[in-house]
């Protein structure tokens, strides 16, 4: 099994709304990690677990706060989001690489975040 | 600075010609390499990567990159396109010093494979 799901597909909030998106793979994989993607344009790394222990958080604003409840879940939990937050969020995850090694990613298909 | 550059915006070729996606990058050190494919409305898929070893490097779907140290370059190549080919795609490199997994991408090319 090669998949990472996301759910839901699609969401629509209003700013005063709480909602979570939610991510899980069965691949073994011990790091896990949320892009935020808007469109025609790379993705953005926001946070990366690493065995389920937030080991970045790339200066994401406190209203998405993530969680990794076990090694095959993680969470983004989302507050008083932003018009500007609405973006396609990516949830990938890969093995952890030794020095000297390096794991591809493997992306799920995504949640389209549409802030209202 | 670490950066990846994809110069080129969009990328046309006709169905059955060679096709190639450009990538340079500018890291310290011996760089890991990576292409991902984007379709429309659908999550990032792994092509191939470089790690070590021989600069000719295979993947999915029939891809293969050439690893070109003197000219910090990553090029991804194609004999013979396929309409279906047509998609986003991305180069992204890994500092091997980065202990964080940090992959540093390039903006993307659009290519677009014409019948």
């Known amino acids: 099994d090669t998949e990472v799901t996301q759910t839901p597909k699609h969401l629509v909030m209003g700013m005063t709304n709480k909602k979570s998106l939610k991510c899980e793979q069965h691949?073994?994989?011990?790091?896990m990690y949320w892009y935020k993607q808007k469109a025609k344009k790379p993705p953005e790394l926001m946070f990366v677990?690493?065995?389920?222990?937030?080991?970045i958080n790339e200066s994401v604003p406190s209203r998405f706060s993530p969680e990794c409840p076990n090694s095959s879940l993680l969470n983004l939990h989302l507050h008083a989001l932003q018009p500007e937050d609405s973006a396609l969020y990516l949830c990938a995850s890969s093995q952890v690489a030794p020095p000297g090694l390096a794991y591809e990613q493997y992306f799920g298909p995504g949640t389209r975040l549409t802030v209202t | 600075a670490q950066s990846v550059a994809q110069p080129e915006d969009q990328v046309n070729v006709a169905e059955g010609n060679p096709l190639t996606v450009k990538c340079t990058y500018s890291?310290?050190?011996?760089?890991?390499l990576f292409w991902y494919v984007q379709y429309p409305n659908r999550g990032l898929q792994f092509l191939l990567k470089y790690i070590t070893g021989d600069n000719l490097v295979k993947g999915s779907y029939g891809f293969e990159a050439e690893f070109n140290k003197s000219q910090t370059s990553f090029h991804l190549k194609k004999p013979s396109a396929l309409v279906s080919d047509s998609a986003l795609y991305f180069c992204a490199v890994r500092d091997p010093l980065d202990s964080n997994y940090q992959l540093i991408w390039g903006a993307g090319t659009k290519l677009i494979i014409k019948p």
């Open positions: 677990y690493s065995y389920e222990k937030l080991s």
């Open positions: 691949m073994g994989h011990r790091a």
């Open positions: 890291v310290s050190g011996n760089p890991y």
